[in-house]
């Protein structure tokens, strides 16, 4: 019996991704099944092209795939129309890219009140809870802060922060470090970990960063399109 309660918050069934490619197609996801229960994180590698950012946008529902299921939350997503995938997508799924894509003119709390603001939550909770994220992420003392006047490990941070503002259950990350020195892109790996426990959300991320992977729970390697089973970290 598995010690996870079902469902999972995330789960690819058999998910095959063609793209059209002149003549033919592009696989670029192959029967691929992944499933990532509350609380866990798990790293994505493998080379370019081998099909990881297919997968986190197919885990997304920003991309549909050709064959196979995607699971959120226990929902099949297969039949949903466009507008029922963006509002549980919004409920349900945090996106965390690797450039924060922030809005030059908004201070950190700003970037996520507005999105609270976006899913017609009322304003005075949506300043109490960046209040709260934003001391979850170690900026409080930042929340009046343009984008320009934070570094890019705190950029990123607050990128977490707005991601979480959905109370989502599951979270996608793509490269979070990629534009940070050694000691920021551990400060944030351990960052996402710590939510992943606390927030108790399924966590797949994508990552380059090897040294980091003792710090999730398990990795996953895809390669030309195929994904190997979950390995436990450090194993
Ligand atoms: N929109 C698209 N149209 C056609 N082919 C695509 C499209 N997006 C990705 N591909 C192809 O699908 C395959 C997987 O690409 P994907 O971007 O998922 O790989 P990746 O592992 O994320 O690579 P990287 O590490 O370089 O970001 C590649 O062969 C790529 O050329």
Known sequence: MSAFPTPAPLDL????????DGTGTTTALDRVNLTAHAGQLVSLVGPSGSGKSSLLATAATLVRPTSGQ???DGTDT????????TALR???????F?????LPSLTAAEQLIITDHLRGKPARAARDRAAGLLDVVGLSASARKLPHQLSGGQRQRVNIARA????????????PTAALDHERSEAIVRLLRQ?????????????HDTEFLPLTDAVATMRDGRL???VLAGA
């Open 98 to 102: 690797q450039q924060p894509n922030l």
């Open 228 to 230: 190997t089973a979950p």
């Open 164 to 175: 979480l503002m959905g109370s989502p259950k599951v979270l996608l990350v793509d490269e």
């Open 78 to 85: 297969t039949g949903l129309k466009d507008k029922e995938l």
């Open 70 to 72: 995607v699971l959120i």
């Open 13 to 20: 069934v058999d998910v095959t991704l063609e793209y059209p």
């Open 195 to 207: 939510v992943t426990t606390d927030f108790s959300v399924a966590t797949v991320m994508v990552t």
């Open 90 to 96: 919004r409920s349900k799924i945090g996106i965390i």
